[in-house]
């Protein structure tokens, strides 16, 4: 009997290769993944189980962290199967039936891979053919705005219990995203200063250097503020500004609080569209969707009032890099300020630039840095576990923290509701560029630019 069957409905999709596989043989070879194991895959292509892994294997190659053996991988593909089916035809749940009702498993782990318009279809098709055991897991974004996320919680929680329910983001699983608190909360000298006594203003940012590549159809309708903003960058944020939790299982809905505190800051948002987006595939040839967002918040809370967090994020930019970067107050002006830098890819680390007097000079003061390179001490080809290994694992071990709880969604989407309508038409930028004009203060290239001191 099968001990865990993962279904991925969307299979053929890019998460599923260039995530979810590379972090299941990253499983496999560090065995979590048991042969005990099974994954399934749901695709709608006419393919055999031959056809997808010839597909498969090379994204396996290019993004496991593991280096790919031949007998390995031969090994590996013993635990995939291939299941044609239409996840938006519920008659064709009874394909997945027949499935399941001949080869037995304990749990079945219903993972949707796709876009938020088929989770509804695949929910009423799973309940329909009574699979038992399920734990469901949902990607983000989980809806469209609030009300279809409503919509969607209801239509769920009609059918599974909360407890089995896994929204994903997988920015939760990035290992320095989770060192955030131990950074934070474990050390009084920021523990101390986390505030709006001492801390000035936050960036966050995340760049990345690919394009829509083929998720188009799916990217044109989403956005950069819907596809990285409501939920990877307010994860980000609420992390940063959340009270010390007690434990991590209240985490998410103190992160909540936080979200209800949000204010956008008045003129704070650019929006950017790169030149040649709409000669992409699938993409609306007048689309007026961002690729770039900008845009500035504060938090209404009283350990946070008056200080500005800035979000940034963007696709086809000139660096890929996703940083906080948490900047303290100068006691007086023309002083240059402390900044604490927490790198969460693809530099991996922790940075404290300071000011000290210059060396060999009585009266002149320079700044100084000191980082912790967390790729460095790891040694490792991509480092530390992928983000999908920690989320795959939590649910294998029914650990629901680190997951969205609802509360958390309702919050962001109210947020994030109001901040797209209100948002400007994209200007736009080229492609490699650093997005358009005052999108990437000089503060934040600096910051990308300056390497560890430890050389990865
Ligand atoms: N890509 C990424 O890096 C990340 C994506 N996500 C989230 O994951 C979700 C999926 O994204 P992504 O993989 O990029 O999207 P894609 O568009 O690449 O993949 C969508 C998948 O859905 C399948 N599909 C669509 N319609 C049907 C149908 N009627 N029957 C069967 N299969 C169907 C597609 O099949 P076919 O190949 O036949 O078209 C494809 O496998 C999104 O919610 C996204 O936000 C989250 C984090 C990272
Ligand atoms: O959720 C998403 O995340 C990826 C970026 O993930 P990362 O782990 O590489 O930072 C982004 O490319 C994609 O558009 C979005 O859907």
Request: hydrophobic content about 40%; glycine content about 4%; overall charge negative.
């Amino acid at each position: 009997m099968v001990q865990n069957r993962f279904i991925i409905f969307g299979g053929t999709g890019d998460l599923t290769y260039r995530k979810l596989l590379p972090a299941f043989y990253n499983l496999f070879i560090s065995q979590k993944l048991t042969k005990q194991d099974e994954i399934l895959i749901i695709g709608r292509r006419d393919w055999t189980k031959t056809d997808y892994v010839r597909k498969m294997e090379p994204w396996v190659k290019e993004f496991a962290r593991f280096k790919v053996e031949e007998d390995k991988f031969l090994e590996f593909i013993q635990q995939i199967q291939y299941l044609k089916m239409n996840l938006s035809a519920l008659d064709d749940y009874s394909i997945l039936k027949d499935y399941v009702t001949k080869s037995k498993a304990q749990v079945h782990v219903c993972y949707m891979a796709v876009s938020p318009q088929f989770f509804d279809p695949i929910v009423e098709g799973i309940h329909q053919i009574d699979l038992f055991n399920v734990r469901l897991v949902m990607e983000k974004p989980f809806g469209t705005d609030l009300l279809s996320a409503t919509k969607l919680q209801r239509k769920v929680t009609r059918y599974f219990d909360e407890e089995n329910i896994y929204r994903i983001d997988h920015y939760l699983g990035k290992d320095m995203v989770r060192n955030i608190l131990t950074i934070r909360c474990e050390n009084p000298i920021f523990d101390a200063v986390w505030n709006n006594r001492y801390i000035d203003h936050v960036n966050i940012f995340a760049l990345e250097q690919v394009g829509v590549e083929n998720r188009g159809s799916y990217y044109d309708k989403a956005g950069a503020l819907r596809d990285m903003a409501q939920n990877h960058l307010l994860q980000l944020l609420s992390i940063i500004a959340v009270d010390n939790p007690h434990d991590l299982h209240t985490l998410s809905l103190q992160q909540s609080v936080v979200l209800h505190s949000l204010k956008l800051l008045e003129d704070s948002m650019i929006m950017g569209q790169y030149r040649g987006y709409l000669d992409e595939k699938d993409i609306d040839s007048k689309s007026q969707t961002e690729t770039f967002a900008r845009f500035s918040v504060g938090v209404e809370t009283s350990r946070f009032q008056g200080v500005p967090f800035h979000i940034i994020t963007g696709k086809e930019m000139m660096y890929r890099d996703t940083a906080i970067q948490i900047v303290f107050k100068s006691p007086y002006s023309g002083q240059k300020p402390n900044i604490l830098t927490i790198q969460v890819q693809p530099k991996e680390g922790v940075e404290i630039s300071f000011n000290i007097k210059t060396p060999g000079k009585s009266d002149e003061i320079s700044e100084a840095t000191m980082d912790f390179c967390q790729n460095c001490q790891m040694q490792n080809r991509i480092n530390t576990p992928e983000a999908y290994e920690w989320m795959l694992m939590s649910i294998m071990l029914e650990d629901g923290s680190w997951f969205s709880h609802w509360d958390q969604i309702v919050t962001s989407w109210k947020f994030m509701d109001e901040l797209i309508q209100k948002k400007p038409k994209p200007i736009l930028y080229e492609k490699k560029s650093l997005g358009p004009e005052g999108g990437l203060t000089a503060e934040i290239v600096e910051c990308i630019e300056k390497p560890f001191i430890c050389k990865i």
